[in-house]
Nanobody
């Protein structure tokens, strides 16, 4: 079955960096659009970044210029490099893929940015 496993979260000071990873299995990874979402306490889950099968990327305005999404099709892994982190980036970050129009989510990884 389709599975996504995130890793790389943690506690970092404002201005610091983290790289999240999402290992995928159960589908032909290289042919699917992959996305990162995040959800802060009390808020709705929001789209952070997307990368298509061809490598085109899109970002939420709040992270443009600071975050970079990338993929390694040989490793079935999508990454989110997060630089210049701000306390407002504190959230649980989730990896997402829609296979046959059915969304699959990972378990999430907590990112906490201290001021």
């Amino acid at each position: 079955q389709v599975q996504l496993v995130e890793s790389g979260g943690g506690l970092v000071q404002s201005g610091g960096s983290l790289r999240l990873s999402c290992a995928a299995s159960g589908f032909t990874f290289r042919t699917y659009r992959m996305s990162w979402y995040r959800q802060a306490p009390g808020l709705e889950r929001e789209l952070v970044a997307t990368i298509t099968s061809g490598g085109s990327t899109n970002y939420a305005d709040s992270v443009k210029g600071r975050f970079t999404i990338s993929r390694d099709n040989a490793k079935n892994t999508v990454y989110l490099q997060m630089n210049s982190l701000e306390p407002e980036d504190t959230a649980v970050y989730y990896c997402n893929v829609n296979v046959l129009a059915r969304p699959t989510w990972g378990q999430g990884t907590q990112v906490t940015v201290s001021s």
